[in-house]
C-alpha cells in the first residue's frame, strides 16, 4: 500500500492562480520529503525538497508548507504559468533508508 | 541531465518472451534504482542496487530481476513478459553518502515505454 497519499489526481487552473497539491504520510520515521516535477515524455526532476524541522521552505513562485503533527505536506504554486503544466509527485523517505515512497502524481493543467 | 540513458526507449513484445531493460549512468553514481509508472499509482519501486552486485528488492519485484556487474550499468529483466507489466519503466540514480545534507536528489532517466501485447 502507498504510505504517501496525495490528492487531487488532477487540477486545472487559470494563468495567474494558484495551483495546491496535499500529501499525506503514515510513517513518522520519514525525514525528508521532496517534489518532483515531470513533463510529458520526460522522466522525473527533483524541483523542491524540505526537512520535517521546518513549516515552509520557498523557492520562487514554489513553496512546500510542512505540517508534522498532522503528517501532512503541501506544495503551493503562485502565480502559475502554461509552463508548470506538468505532473507532480511527492515522496518520503525514511532517514535511515536510501528508498523513496511516492504519491499517485497530480497532474496540473494551467490554462492560458 | 545527470548522464542517465535508457535502452531502448521503446518496446513492444509478447506474453511469455523475456525482455531486458538497460540503464547506463556516466557519473559514477552508487545508487541505482528501477521503477515503473502506472497511471494511479504514480512510481513503483522495482529494485533497487546499493554498489556493484549488491541489490535488494522493492515494492513490485515479482516477475523481475536485476543486475549490476558494473558502477554504470543496471540491467532489469522481465523473465517472462505479462501483459500486467505494460508500463513505463524509468531508472534513477543517486549519489553516495546516505541521509545528509545533498545527498538525497534522485536522477532519473527518460524513461522505456514497454507494451506486452
Known amino acids: 500500500q502507498q504510505q504517501v497519499k496525495q490528492s487531487p489526481q488532477s487540477l486545472i487552473v487559470q494563468k495567474g492562480g494558484i495551483s495546491i497539491i496535499n500529501c499525506a504520510y503514515e510513517n513518522t520515521a520519514f525525514d525528508y520529503f521532496p517534489w518532483y516535477q515531470q513533463f510529458p515524455g520526460k522522466g522525473p526532476a527533483l524541483l523542491i525538497a524540505?526537512?520535517?524541522?521546518?513549516s515552509e521552505k520557498k523557492e520562487g513562485r514554489f513553496t512546500i508548507s510542512f505540517n508534522k503533527s498532522a503528517k501532512q505536506f503541501s506544495l503551493h504554486i503562485m502565480d502559475s504559468q502554461p509552463g508548470d503544466s506538468a505532473t507532480y509527485f511527492c515522496a518520503g523517505r525514511e532517514w535511515s533508508d536510501y528508498k523513496l515512497s511516492f504519491g499517485a502524481g497530480t497532474t496540473v493543467t494551467v490554462r492560458a | 541531465d545527470a548522464g542517465i540513458t535508457q535502452s531502448p526507449r521503446h518496446k513492444v513484445t509478447e506474453t511469455g518472451t523475456p525482455v531486458t531493460l538497460r540503464c547506463h549512468q556516466t557519473e559514477n553514481h552508487r545508487y541505482m534504482y528501477w521503477y515503473r509508472q502506472d497511471p494511479g499509482h504514480g512510481l513503483r519501486l522495482i529494485h533497487y542496487?546499493?554498489?556493484?552486485?549488491?541489490?535488494d528488492k522493492g515494492e513490485v519485484s515479482d516477475g523481475y530481476s536485476v543486475s549490476r556487474s558494473k558502477t554504470e550499468d543496471f540491467l532489469l529483466t522481465l523473465e517472462s513478459a505479462t501483459s500486467s507489466q505494460t508500463s513505463v519503466y524509468f531508472c534513477?540514480?543517486?549519489?553516495?553518502?546516505?541521509?545528509?545534507?545533498?545527498?538525497?536528489?534522485?536522477?532519473f532517466g527518460p524513461g522505456t515505454r514497454l507494451t506486452v501485447l
Open positions: 542496487s546499493y554498489g556493484v552486485k549488491d541489490t
Open positions: 524540505i526537512r520535517p524541522d521546518v
Open positions: 534513477a540514480t543517486k549519489t553516495g553518502g546516505g541521509s545528509g545534507g545533498f545527498n538525497n536528489e534522485q536522477f
